[in-house]
């Protein structure tokens, strides 16, 4: 039986306390299951901004998309997630990654280590802080028990071994580190890390839920059109291979809402997050896959 499906929005774009609470009001209006921040210079601290969405919302879950284990002491992470979790009544869901940003890196003062070293620190960060919130003695105390749920994001090998090992929730970006930034991945090429993912994984993936980002969400009858843009940046695929990138929803509502039906059936991906510059976009597609 397919999993249900949930959709996340995650809000990138910094503002003031008056329009950030409408934002998350607004979602929860719209039907989102989970308001997110990201955990980049530039953009709102994650912690704060998720208690503020907590005090103007109600329904939806709060999640960190996702936290860069670089920036963080085991320790005092899993004192931020123990006191938001109880303070939002098990709201919170956190989500971590090994970071990409060399030039954030370098603004806090941190070494930007090799693939390797930043994905071996993120599996210290995650074990440690399992460890820390698991212990019945640890103040304060989680609402969620053990923990609250973990999101682990990445596609390499070893972040998908160390999802496959902790994660409640796996989520494939799309794109992959190439050494000269970030490269989207095609359809087939998904289909490659889905069955790395599964092959550490094994029993564990029908227990894991399978998260994907939306970089793109267009309601168009133009579709090429709408991903003119983009393909100076991609300048290896055709056209009609960058319309097929899992990355982006573009077209009609129902064509839209047809495409993550295919995504759920052909990967297993069953939670979506937008961003927030689409939060009115994507809701009539939201509506259209509950329909059933």
């Not at 890196?105 to 994905?119: I, K, Q, S, W, Y």
């Not at 960060?125 to 820390?132: G, H, K, N, Q, S």
């Not at 979506?272 to 059933?292: C, I, N, Q």
């Amino acid at each position: 039986m397919a999993r249900p499906f949930r959709f996340a929005v995650n809000m990138l774009t910094p503002t003031d306390g008056p329009e950030w609470r409408r934002k998350c009001r607004r979602a929860e209006e719209l039907g989102y299951d989970v308001i997110q921040v990201p955990d980049h210079l530039g953009m709102m601290a994650p912690f704060p901004a998720l208690m503020a969405a907590a005090e103007v919302t109600e329904r939806p879950r709060l999640g960190t998309f996702v936290l860069n284990a670089a920036f963080w002491n085991p320790a005092l992470l899993a004192r931020e997630i123990a006191t938001s979790d109880a303070l939002t009544g098990g709201r919170l869901e956190i989500g971590i990654g090994a970071g990409y940003v060399k030039e954030e890196h370098d603004r806090a003062g941190l070494e930007f280590r090799t693939p390797g070293g930043r994905v071996a620190h993120l599996r210290h960060t995650v074990e440690e802080v399992d460890r820390l919130l698991r212990d019945d003695g640890h103040l304060p105390k989680t609402a969620h028990k053990p923990r609250p749920p973990l999101l682990i994001g990445g596609n390499g090998d070893k972040v998908l071994q160390l999802a496959a090992e902790h994660a409640d929730i796996v989520a494939f970006t799309g794109a992959r580190d190439s050494g000269d930034g970030l490269q989207v991945l095609t359809a087939e090429e998904v289909d490659g890390r889905i069955a790395a993912y599964r092959g550490v994984a094994g029993g564990r993936s029908d227990e894991q839920e399978l998260n994907l980002l939306l970089q793109l969400v267009a309601v168009t009858d133009d579709r090429e059109a709408a991903v003119k843009e983009l393909l100076p940046r991609v300048p290896h695929l055709s056209v009609e291979q960058v319309l097929d990138l899992p990355l982006l929803a573009v077209g009609r509502v129902q064509a839209i809402a047809g495409q993550l039906r295919e995504q759920r059936e052909r990967y297993g991906f069953s939670y979506f997050t937008v961003l927030d510059p689409y939060l009115e976009t994507f809701a009539p597609v939201m509506d259209e896959l509950r329909k059933g």
